[in-house]
């Protein structure tokens, strides 16, 4: 029998359980796959880029044997989308500005604090 696709999409966070070979998805019920904002809505620099795959690991490391079930890989997509606030919240991610839709969805740009 072959292996199942299972999905979760958010906004910014895309997980499945598959691996890309030749650029293409193939369904693997032992890995999950992360898509990290596939619309371009913010700027990545690598460090901040790096915090979100590292956190995706811990994330599934807490998983370890257990399977990648619909409801596991929905409530790690939610994390990580938690996860993108609070780091856009702590100025460590942008908004680009040249998105091809500004809806601001994970909240409005925080303007630098004056003394």
């Given at each position: 029998?072959?292996?199942?696709?299972?999905?979760?999409?958010?906004?910014?966070?895309?997980?499945?359980?598959?691996?890309?070979?030749?650029?293409q998805?193939?369904?693997?019920?032992?890995?999950?796959?992360l898509?990290?904002?596939?619309?371009?809505?913010?700027?990545?620099?690598?460090?901040?880029?790096?915090?979100?795959?590292?956190?995706?690991?811990?994330?599934?490391?807490?998983?370890?044997?257990?399977?990648?079930?619909?409801?596991?890989?929905?409530?790690?997509?939610?994390?990580?989308?938690?996860?993108?606030?609070?780091?856009?919240?702590?100025?460590?991610?942008?908004?680009?500005p040249?998105?091809?839709?500004?809806?601001?969805?994970?909240?409005?740009?925080?303007?630098?604090?004056?003394?």
């Open positions: 029998m072959a292996d199942t696709l299972i999905k979760s999409t958010t906004r910014h966070i895309r997980l499945f359980t598959a691996r890309v070979e030749n650029g998805l193939v369904a693997d019920a032992g890995q999950l796959t898509d990290v904002d596939p619309d371009n809505e913010f700027l990545w620099d690598p460090a901040t880029l790096t915090k979100v795959q590292e956190r995706f690991r811990e994330l599934v490391n807490a998983q370890a044997g257990a399977d990648l079930t619909d409801y596991t890989i929905r409530r790690i997509g939610s994390e990580l989308e938690g996860f993108l606030r609070e780091l856009l919240q702590a100025g460590e991610l942008r908004y680009n040249d998105a091809r839709v500004l809806n601001y969805s994970m909240g409005l740009p925080q303007a630098p604090q004056s003394a």
